[in-house]
Structure formats: structure tokens, C-alpha cells
């Protein structure tokens, strides 16, 4: 520990010198980058300098250079576990993400493929009571809560031209006041009027199904592709909101009251009171803020999910409306163009909670 | 020396060794929140964020202010182990001085951040920006405190070269902090604009 009155001196002098230049190097590298040495090494060069400080700091100014090797074990196991545990948190939050897109993209297809194979997939139990709690794994027609068969006693006439007033016929008894004119164009083929046909799910008892439209015999081809139900991917909905929105909003969709908000009806009612648009965006960019549902507050903050896929999106959406509760009249499934026609609005996760007031939601 | 100083099994200071352990521990601490503020990173919701409010020629000022208080407190050390008490006092008194400047450059980046709308409870990146480097803030303020201590101290009772081990203890807790702001300077400063 002692040492010669100038050359202790001398040494730290030194030190703080070389300290200082690598603290000016690592200013430089990063206020004037160097194009050439690329992300990577910048990076691996930053923290070379960051560990060389380090070192020159504990050895030389704290003394264990050439201190009982008591107080450098002593700081080392501290250090050891500190890594290890930065390590650990490391991997956890940055590796399942990792995982989500490309292994455990994988396994999910082996595991489809072995259940060609052998008609049959070992689930963990666990995970099946997850599934059975909202029923998604069955087939809908198999389902004890399946929705009743359509009441088809609204006929809507798709229109013929751009200029003609949009016919329809109502044969039910439904309230017609409540029906607003619009056309029943495919959605997958025409946004717009997808967009247009939500106001007239809050009918009740109107049943605006776009294959009603076959009824009428005039529309020639855009008939006929109307008349195709929108298909969508049940099984993939089911898989997306089993893994990444269960943990809050639970298996059947109810939520946790005062935590979370439920999604069971809840969702199908904001779709149909104007909310298709805002259902994207709260996927895509979050919500966050005070917000009220089934008299119930809350406060919280729904992360954004832009990182799912536009189809993943879509089809989580037709799930937590169609299958948490009877699938709402004339609901038309999202498709991915309805998710990847939202991707640019760059909205905050405040900003959609000002969409839901404008929806008068709250 | 040897009873004044307790010396054990170990034969050594168990002052000293005691210190090494507390900073072990430390390095558990503040691995665990650099870990939380790198976990988060990315992964607020809403502005600001970290590039919107870094103010890397600032910081990198600061930084230099605690080396050169690093420096100066194995100076102090080094004049209090050959009993130089004027040049201790000056010396202490500017780890001291030079710690509370570094004090006052958080102070300034705190409100400044606060004025740019980033508060703790604003968003992740506020919340484990402030708890990780608030944690540091306390490490130096409490290092000033107990340096000013020293300082009134031989002022009130002769202090000698007896003491240095004493000091060093405080020295090495200072420059501990001073390897960690080392760290979070790189981590949470400047790989940001990398």
C-alpha cells in the first residue's frame, strides 16, 4: 500500500490524464460518428473504453492493485452476480420477444404438423384449461354457447351504379328508421364501404349479412363476391389472444375489474357504436389514460402491439368480438388491409384515448 | 495500530474489508437497476424519450467533474498518509466541492427533463431513468457529506496519518461511485446515440 511520495503521485496523475482522454474519445465517438467503424464495433469500442476506466479506477485509485486479494474477491463475487442477474433480466425481456417471431413460429408449425400426423397434440393442461375457458379450440358449431343461426330478415340489394340510391328491403321487424342506407359491398374488396357498414349493427334484430344480398339476382359478378362470407383465421385469433393478451384480460375475455378492462361484449359494443377504427388503433398504438366501461373505472395503460402482424391483429380483433359472447349482427371480420390502412396514423397511446372520448365512450 | 484497528484472523482492517463487502452488495444494487432501466429501454409509450432530452456535451462535462473529484480524494488520501494536513484539507475539500458540482449538474438535468414533460411516473423510461440515476444522485450526496464530515472533524480533533484508513474506506466508496457513473455514462448516455 505505501509507496514512494512522488511516484504515487506520478501514478495518479497518469491515471486521471489517460481517464480523461478516454472520457473526451468516447464524447467524440459519439457527437462525431464514425461511419466506417459501423454500429457494432462503435458499440463493442464504447464499452471496451467504458471497462478500461473501470479497471484503471479499481485498480489503481481504489488499490487493488497489489491489496489483499481478500477485497478483490470480496468485489469480484459482487460483480459476478451483478452481471449475472443484468444477464438474466437481459434474456428475459429481450429474448421471448426474440422468440415470438422466429422460433416459436417454428415449433408451432412442427407441432401442426405432427398433429397431421397423429391426429393428436399433447397440451399441457394447464394451457388447455386456457382454451376451454374460452372455447376457442373447438369448432364453433360444436360449441354448447355457438351462436344461434342467423335471422336473415333484412335483405340489402348491394348497389348497381355510383349515382343510384343504395335499395333495400326490410321483410323482418326490424325498426327500419334505424337502418341506414349503405351499401353491402365485399369489404375485403372496398374499405370504405366496410367502414361504412358499422352504424348499422346497432339495429336490433337487423341482420345486415352481405350474403343476403344473394337474394337479388341484379348485381352480377360483385354480387357473387359479395356474397362470400369474409373468412378469417379462427385458430390464429385464438393463438394470438392466448399469448399475448390472456395474462390481462383473461381466458373468456372478462378482464379483471378495477385492473383491466373486459373485452367480453365490451369489444363487440365499441365496434358497433363506431369504434371499428378505434379497435385498430388501440392495438396498434395503445391506450392510456382514465377510461370507464360497465360502470366500472380504470386507469391502466394497454401497450401498443404494432409488432404483431397485420393478419395476427386482425384476427385477434374478430376474436375478442366474435368469440366472447353471440357474434354481433352483421359484424364483417377485419381483415389484415383494415389493420395495415391504420399503421401510418403514428398516433400516441393518449391520442387513441381521445379517439374513445370523441366515440363517446367514456 | 494493530488494537486500535482491530485486526482479526483476516489480518486485516475490518473497517476496510467491511467496505468491500458493502460495495459488492452495491454492485448487486445498481446491476439490478441498470438491468431495469435496459430491460425498458425502447419500450415507453409515449415521448419524451431518451434522444428527445440527452444532453450528451453536458453529461460528458459532468462526468469529468467526477473524475477529477476521483483524483482528488487519492491526493487527499496520499496527504494524509505522510500527515501533509493543509494539503488533506485542501483536497478533501474538493471532493467535496467537485462532488456537489456534479450534485448541481443532475439537479439542472432533473428539472430540465421535468420541464420537457418527463416525470417519474411519465413513462418507463422516466420512471427507470430516475430510480437508477436518483440512486447514484444519493450515493454522491451522502459521499459529500460524509468527506465535509472528515473535513470538520480534524478541525475538532487532531487527525493523523492513524486516520487514513478511515479516509480510505470513504475514498473508496467515492471512487465506487465514480466507476459506476463510469458505467451508466456509456450504458444509458451513449450507446443511446449510437
Redesign the interface.
Known amino acids: 500500500m505505501a509507496k514512494g511520495n512522488n511516484g504515487a503521485v506520478g501514478t495518479y496523475i497518469l491515471i486521471v490524464l489517460i481517464l480523461g482522454v478516454i472520457t473526451y474519445v468516447e464524447f467524440a465517438i459519439v457527437e462525431y460518428p464514425q461511419a466506417w467503424l459501423g454500429q457494432t464495433w462503435t458499440m463493442v469500442l464504447l464499452a471496451a473504453l467504458s471497462v478500461v476506466k473501470f479497471l484503471l479506477v479499481v485498480l489503481f485509485f481504489m488499490h487493488l492493485k497489489g491489496d489483499d486479494r481478500m477485497y478483490s474477491g470480496f468485489f469480484s463475487s459482487g460483480m459476478v452476480i451483478a452481471l449475472a442477474t443484468f444477464i438474466a433480466m437481459t434474456a428475459m425481456f429481450i429474448l421471448p420477444r426474440a422468440m415470438n417471431y422466429g422460433e416459436a413460429r417454428e415449433r408451432a408449425a412442427a407441432l401442426e404438423g405432427h398433429a397431421g400426423e397423429h391426429g393428436e397434440v399433447h397440451v399441457p393442461e394447464d394451457v388447455a384449461a386456457l382454451i376451454e375457458t374460452d372455447g376457442a379450440s373447438r369448432p364453433l358449431a360444436e360449441r354448447a354457447d355457438a351462436p344461434p343461426p342467423l335471422d336473415r330478415s333484412v335483405t340489402i340489394e348491394p348497389p348497381l351504379a355510383a349515382g343510384d340510391e343504395p335499395a333495400y328491403e326490410v321483410t323482418g321487424a326490424a325498426d327500419q328508421a334505424a337502418a341506414p342506407a349503405e351499401p353491402a359491398d365485399a369489404p375485403a374488396e372496398d374499405e370504405d364501404a366496410a367502414a361504412a357498414q358499422r352504424p348499422e349493427t346497432e339495429a336490433p334484430g337487423l341482420q345486415a349479412e352481405p350474403e343476403a344480398a344473394e337474394a337479388e339476382e341484379s348485381a352480377g359478378q360483385d354480387a357473387a363476391a359479395a356474397a362470400q362470407p369474409v373468412e378469417w383465421d379462427r385458430d390464429m385469433g385464438a393463438q394470438v389472444y392466448n399469448a399475448n393478451c390472456v395474462g390481462c384480460h383473461q381466458g373468456a375475455g372478462q378482464g379483471i375489474p378495477g385492473a383491466f378492462p373486459p373485452l367480453a361484449g365490451h369489444a363487440a359494443e365499441v365496434h358497433a357504436e363506431g369504434g371499428r377504427e378505434y379497435l385498430v388503433q388501440v392495438l396498434l398504438f395503445g391506450l392510456q389514460g382514465p377510461i370507464q366501461v360497465e360502470g366500472m373505472n380504470y386507469n391502466g395503460l394497454m401497450p401498443a402491439w404494432a409488432h404483431l402482424s397485420d393478419d395476427q391483429i386482425a384476427n385477434v380483433l374478430n376474436h375478442v368480438i366474435v368469440e366472447f359472447g353471440d357474434e354481433p349482427a352483421g359484424f364483417v371480420p377485419y381483415t389484415a388491409a383494415d389493420v395495415a390502412g391504420h399503421r401510418g396514423d403514428g398516433l400516441s397511446s393518449a391520442a387513441v384515448l381521445e379517439v374513445r372520448d370523441q366515440l363517446g365512450l367514456n | 495500530m494493530m488494537t486500535r484497528l482491530g485486526w482479526r484472523s ?1 489480518r ?1 482492517p475490518d473497517v ?2 467491511l467496505m ?2 458493502f ?6 444494487m ?3 437497476l ?3 432501466y ?3 429501454h425502447n ?1 415507453s ?3 419524451p424519450f431518451p434522444v428527445d432530452v440527452f444532453d ?2 453536458l453529461t ?1 462535462v459532468s ?2 467533474v467526477l ?2 473529484s ?2 482528488l ?3 487527499a488520501l ?1 496527504a494524509l ?2 500527515d501533509d494536513i493543509p494539503k488533506f484539507r485542501l483536497w478533501t475539500f474538493g471532493v467535496a466541492l467537485f462532488g456537489s458540482i456534479f450534485l448541481g449538474f443532475q439537479v439542472y438535468e432533473f428539472v430540465h427533463f421535468v420541464n420537457a414533460g418527463l416525470s417519474i411516473h411519465h413513462n418507463l423510461f422516466g420512471t427507470t431513468f430516475f430510480v437508477l440515476t436518483g440512486t447514484h444522485g444519493i450515493h454522491v450526496a451522502v459521499g459529500v457529506l460524509w468527506l465535509l464530515g472528515f473535513l470538520i472533524q480534524s478541525y475538532v480533533r487532531p487527525t493523523s496519518s492513524k486516520d487514513a484508513v478511515y479516509l480510505e474506506i470513504a ?2 466508496y467515492w ?2 461511485v ?2 459506476v457513473w ?2 451508466i ?3 444509458v448516455y ?2 443511446e ?2
Open positions: 483476516t486485516l476496510k474489508l468491500w463487502v460495495l459488492a452488495s452495491d454492485c448487486m445498481f446491476g439490478a441498470i438491468g431495469t435496459l430491460a425498458y419500450r409509450l409515449v415521448p450528451i456535451p460528458t462526468s469529468f473524475l477529477v476521483s483524483f480524494m487519492v491526493l496520499h498518509r505522510i475514498g473508496l471512487h465506487f465514480d466507476i463510469i458505467v455514462f456509456t450504458v451513449l450507446v446515440f449510437v
